[in-house]
Structure formats: structure tokens, C-alpha cells
């Protein structure tokens, strides 16, 4: 604390990324990062870009990688919106199209970044309590809000909401934006960007962070009507004109350009969660279904933190949240077939 601050500085609480240990021999199942590599098309997109090229600033608006993303939809790239990783594109999403009078709407379980961007920008929110199966029900989403926001599928249960529920919720929301936060729908689930020419409250998030392998490079992006991105696109140019850099630019059309790469790695990643499922239940876990590159998983005896605790002194590490309701599940990103092996082997001695 300093009396250099700004007032508000003082009273943030903010947002605690999983931890990016510097050990290299860690087994790390805890970011949900993706654990194939990126497509080896993305690498070579890199090389060509890193060049005498690099002292000219990027294009503001990003029209090549807009378009090639625009392109991997079938949509105009009027209605595309990129950022320096989706957390970016949330954090002006926040500020541009959140700050109303009425609480914003987000589920009592989900991203824990949310309410951070609430204390940021002064957003006043209430959560809506999941179900008793850990679900979205979108019949409890009817209070008068100033928008509502959710990861699909949900974050850090990785239960998947049906397209048709997203339209009942566009259908009786619509004088508030509602947000669906994307990042991890390509491991299962059906993208709402097939709605956003429907409804001009919708809004979708998606992140190249997870099923595109590209945490480290930060492109996120959003996809809505043209009078929703020129709200972001205020904002961004009212911060960082640049928030994409060439590099990150060049790879992010090479990750869209290159599908098969795209599809047959989310599907190994899929064919990996079905084996870390059954693997888990045979060790007496309940597994909530996921649709994601992660499970949320309780064990019937023993206690989450004290497996987090056991799996850590082996090397692995999975996140726990110290949070009500959730204290007993462990979440675990699904990692290659040898780090899957070796989680459950690990787990077999623990519990
Ligand atoms: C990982 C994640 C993000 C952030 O992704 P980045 O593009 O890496 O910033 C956003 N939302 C959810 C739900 C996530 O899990």
C-alpha cells in the first residue's frame, strides 16, 4: 500500500492465475492448458513473421487475422472482435457493455475472474446459484440485470449448456447483452456464433489459448453484431490501439487456416478425457460430464485437498478451490496419454 495509489488500487482483490511453476519435471494439470503443441504450421507462421518487419507497428485493427477468424465461421468480419487473449476482450466486454444500473447475472460457480472485473469497473452483480447437478437453469436468470455471463461449458464443472437454452435465456433477456464465454467449447459442445446473426444481445467470447494450444502468444476474440464490437472497439482504441502484436497476428491465421491440425487434436484431447473419466470412477471418484479439456471430480472418502497435497508431493499438480460448495472437487486439465497414465496411477495410491 502507498500513498502513491489511486484510492481505488487499495480495495482491489484481484484475480490469481494457476500457478506456472519454473520446475520443468512438474506434471501441470492445472491451466487447462492444451497439451499438444500448436499446429506446426503456426511455428513456421511465427518464423516467417519474426523479421526486419518487426519496427513497423501491427495493423489496429487487425483485419487479416479478424478476416481469417471471420472466415473458420462463415461470417462477416464486421462481426468479429480481437484482444491481447480473451481475458483482455472480458475486461473490455465489461466496460463497454456492463456498465449499467442493474446487477449483472453470472452463475454463483464459474470464472473467478468475473467478479474481479465487477471491483474494476464498478459493476454491481448478483450469482445465481448452479443446480443441485452443478447446471446452468436458465429459468433463474429472470431478475432485471445489466447483462449476464457465463462460460459454456462452465467453468470449473465443465457441464455443457444446449444451444436451445441460450436462445430460451437471448429470447426473454432482451434488453441486456448476455455474454457466453467460449474458451473451452471446441472439446464438445456447439458454438452460439451460429446465433449471433439472430440476436443482437448475444455476444460470444472464445479464446486460441486452449483448443488452438496458444496460451502463450494471448489472442482472444469476440463475435457479435457490428453495434456490439463498435462498443469494444471504442474501448480497445481508447487503451491500446495494438493489442495484437505481428507475431501473434501471423499465428493466429495460421491456427485458423489450419483445421485438420485444430480437429485432430481437440479430438485426441476428447478421446483422452473419456479414459481419465472411467480411470477416475474405477478409483471411487463422481465425475460431473464435461465437455471441456478439464473434469471436476469429488472423491466418495477422501478429501480433495489432501489428494491436491499428495499429487503435489509426486510431482502433479491439479487445482483446488478452497470455495463453498466446491471444497471437495479437484479440477484436472486432461494432459497427454503418459501424464493421464501417471495421474492415475499416482491417484491409486492416494485414495
Ligand atoms: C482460460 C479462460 C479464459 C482466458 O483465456 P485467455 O484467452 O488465455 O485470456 C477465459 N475464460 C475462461 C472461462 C477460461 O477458462
Redesign the pocket.
Known amino acids: 500500500m502507498s500513498r502513491f495509489w489511486s484510492g481505488f488500487v487499495k480495495e482491489l482483490d484481484p484475480y490469481v492465475p494457476g500457478e506456472q511453476p519454473k520446475l520443468a519435471n512438474l506434471t501441470k494439470l492445472n491451466t487447462?492448458e492444451n497439451p499438444y503443441g500448436p499446429s506446426p504450421k503456426v511455428i513456421e507462421a511465427i518464423r516467417m513473421a519474426a523479421s526486419d518487419r518487426l519496427r513497423l507497428y501491427p495493423d489496429p485493427t487487425s483485419a487479416e487475422l479478424r478476416q481469417a477468424i471471420a472466415d473458420f465461421y462463415q461470417i462477416d468480419s464486421a462481426y468479429v472482435f480481437v484482444g491481447n487473449?480473451?481475458?483482455?476482450v472480458?475486461g473490455h466486454v465489461f466496460n463497454a457493455l456492463f456498465r449499467h444500473e442493474a446487477p449483472i447475472l453470472f452463475p454463483d460457480i464459474s470464472?473467478s475472474?468475473y467478479p474481479v472485473y465487477c471491483q474494476l469497473y464498478q459493476i454491481s452483480f448478483d450469482k445465481v446459484p448452479l443446480n443441485d447437478a452443478f447446471e446452468i437453469d436458465v429459468d433463474n436468470y429472470s431478475n432485471t440485470n445489466g447483462g449476464i455471463i457465463f462460460?459454456n461449458p462452465n467453468?470449473p464443472t465443465g457441464c455443457l449448456l444446449a444451444l436451445s437454452d441460450i436462445e430460451k435465456l437471448l429470447r426473454k433477456n432482451t434488453d441486456s447483452v448476455v455474454v457466453i464465454?467460449e474458451?473451452?467449447i471446441d472439446f464438445g459442445g456447439e458454438s452460439a456464433v451460429s446465433l449471433v446473426k439472430d440476436y443482437p444481445n448475444l455476444l460470444v467470447?472464445q479464446?486460441?489459448?486452449?483448443s488452438r494450444s496458444l496460451?502463450g502468444l494471448?489472442?482472444?476474440y469476440a463475435i457479435g453484431q457490428p453495434e456490439l464490437i463498435e462498443a469494444l472497439v471504442r474501448v480497445k482504441d481508447s487503451f491500446n490501439s495494438y493489442p495484437v502484436d505481428s507475431l501473434a497476428s501471423a499465428a493466429g491465421i495460421a491456427a485458423m487456416k489450419d483445421k485438420a491440425y485444430f480437429k485432430d487434436t481437440c479430438q485426441a484431447v476428447i478421446d483422452e478425457r473419456n479414459k481419465v473419466v472411467t480411470g477416475l470412477q474405477e478409483l471411487g471418484f463422481d465425475v460431473l460430464p464435461s465437455a471441456a479439456n478439464f473434469v471436476f471430480a469429488s472423491h466418495k472418502q477422501a478429501k480433495a485437498a489432501d489428494i491436491a497435497a499428495g499429487l503435489r508431493k509426486e510431482g502433479i499438480i491439479v487445482r483446488h478451490f478452497n470455495k463453498p460448495r466446491i471444497e471437495q472437487f479437484l479440477r484436472i486439465s486432461i494432459g497427454t496419454a503418459t501424464e493421464n497414465q501417471q495421474l492415475l496411477s499416482v491417484m491409486d495410491t492416494l485414495v
Open positions: 487447462n487473449g480473451s481475458d483482455e472480458l470464472y475472474f462460460p467453468a464465454d474458451a473451452y467470447v479464446t486460441m489459448s486452449k496460451a494471448r489472442i482472444g
